[in-house]
Nanobody
Framework: EVQLVESGGGLVQTGGSLRLSCAAS????????IGWFRQAPGKEREEIAC????????YYARSVKGRFTIATSNDKNTMSLQMNSLKPEDTAVYYC???????????????WGQGTQVTVSS
């Protein structure tokens, strides 16, 4: 079965750090664009960090650039999102995604994780 399983969300204070992980089963990320998206209550889902292996291109949303880092494990079975200097406005449900189809550096359609809640307290 092909699926993505996320872990690592939780509650953190402003200025703190969290690391989200997304484990793939049934495939590896070698030839897939990967990305992290988030959706806050009452807001549309936004793409925040993406990586495309075929051209090594990376995208970060302006709101997270310099604070968040997307990466994959050496065996290409896990992707991660290291989040530093967290702010209350980073509070959202975070989703990982992977697709063989990309728009720029970010995956479109494809596989999605179940989502993990990140809450940053002020």
């Amino acid at each position: 079965e092909v699926q993505l399983v996320e872990s690592g969300g939780g509650l953190v204070q402003t200025g703190g750090s969290l690391r989200l992980s997304c484990a793939a089963s049934g495939f590896t990320f070698d030839e897939y664009a990967i990305g992290w998206f988030r959706q806050a209550p009452g807001k549309e889902r936004e793409e925040i960090a993406c990586f495309r292996p075929d051209d090594d291109s990376t995208y970060y949303a302006r709101s997270v650039k310099g604070r968040f880092t997307i990466a994959t494990s050496n065996d290409k079975n896990t992707m991660s999102l290291q989040m530093n200097s967290l702010k209350p406005e980073d509070t959202a449900v975070y989703y990982c995604a992977a697709s063989s189809v990309a728009a720029g550096s970010c995956p479109i359609s494809g596989f999605w994780g179940q989502g993990t809640q990140v809450t940053v307290s002020s």
